[in-house]
């Protein structure tokens, strides 16, 4: 009897796992998806990058290198439930920016030459990035860390 049991929990839980893994590619928002096939007990949902912000060009748009003549610019982002963001500004050349409006998230000290901005919760994140240097070329890489602690994506910001 005890064998039988152990077979029949055994079948259970199998089957428990291929539904879990087959319903996160079936096209449908459905268990405890938070988008279809994303979030929940399936992979993390992807971030968006809007174009344009709050304050401006968003800087996290796109993956080319940016030129930007703009003094005021959003690092703006979508992240939805279950997924993380962190992002990294490093300076390249010229001098540091500054930020205010940041909601929603972490903000390291600036400390060489790098600064972090951590997301909390799901939503929306928007900060104002201020160019402090209006004289000369900033040079910046910005590094994007999605759902974890591996970068995923990188590029490069060209104050003017």
Known sequence: MNYLNLI???LVLASCNK???ETCNDGLKNQD??????????VACAIEYPEIGAYGTNILFGVDTLILNEE??????TILEGSSLKIEL????????????E?????????DNRQTFTNLNNGT???????ANTLNIDTILI???ENGNNETMRKVLIRE
Do not use: K, P
């Open 72 to 77: 005021n610019s959003s690092m703006r982002a």
């Open 19 to 21: 539904g879990t893994s």
């Open 103 to 111: 909601q929603n998230c972490t903000v390291s000290s600036f400390y």
């Open 125 to 131: 994140l928007d900060i104002e990035l201020h160019n």
């Open 8 to 10: 029949l929990i055994l």
């Open 143 to 145: 590094r994007y860390f």
């Open 90 to 101: 490093m300076l390249i050349s010229g001098e540091v920016w500054f930020y205010e409006n």
């Open 33 to 42: 998806e938070v988008e279809i096939d994303c979030g929940g007990t399936c």
